[in-house]
């Protein structure tokens, strides 16, 4: 008898769980990709394009393109981890090196899923998505190294 209440219970719990997860009440059933890529391409151009250019290309010899960038396709949860984080070191785009800084963004996962959803979907990416779940992973992830 209580075995078949259990799983409705967890369920239940499930549910409201992910309700109090999510943003605002509108964004209850998951986005679909293209809501994220309209929301991610305002957070892209209050945040990244004046430095990564609102063509995506960036700035020679200073801001990585993000266009057709190899190291995008090949580093989707680096990249999450350079939004969140930052990133102080070199990479190498396109055969090129860049030094520079990137900041960081105190934004929730949705808002990385969105902002990276829109730039491997725009300016010629083969597309793809960032979910939050992969987000709030990869934000798990760095939690034990720092100190
Ligand atoms: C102040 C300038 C600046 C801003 C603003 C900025 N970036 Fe960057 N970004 C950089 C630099 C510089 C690098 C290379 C970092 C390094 O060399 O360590 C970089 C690297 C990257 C990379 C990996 C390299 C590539 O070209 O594929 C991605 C992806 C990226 N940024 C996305 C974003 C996104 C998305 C935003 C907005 C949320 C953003 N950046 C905002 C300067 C910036």
């Known amino acids: ?3 078949l209440y259990k799983p409705a219970i967890g369920l239940g719990l ?11 009440s509108s964004s209850l059933p998951a986005k679909s990709l293209q809501e994220r890529i309209q929301l991610g391409q305002t957070i892209y151009e209050q945040n990244c394009s004046r430095c990564h250019q609102p063509t995506g ?18 580093n989707k949860l680096r990249v999450i981890d350079f939004v969140m984080n930052g990133h102080d070191g070199t990479v190498l785009v396109k ?30 990416n083969k597309g793809g998505v960032v979910t939050p779940l992969e987000v709030a992973k990869e934000r798990t992830k760095k939690k034990p190294k720092a100190q």
Not at 14 to 24: H, N, V
Not at 106 to 114: I, M
Request: charged fraction near 20%.
């Open 14 to 24: 499930l549910l409201i769980w992910s309700m109090a997860g999510a943003e605002p």
């Open 1 to 3: 008898m209580f075995t």
């Open 95 to 124: 055969n090129k090196l860049y030094m520079d800084a990137m900041p960081s963004f105190n934004f929730n996962d949705e808002e990385v899923a969105d902002v990276l959803s829109y730039v491997m979907n725009s300016w010629g």
């Open 57 to 74: 290309e960036g700035v020679p010899n200073t801001f990585p393109p993000l266009a057709k960038s190899d190291f995008l396709i090949k």
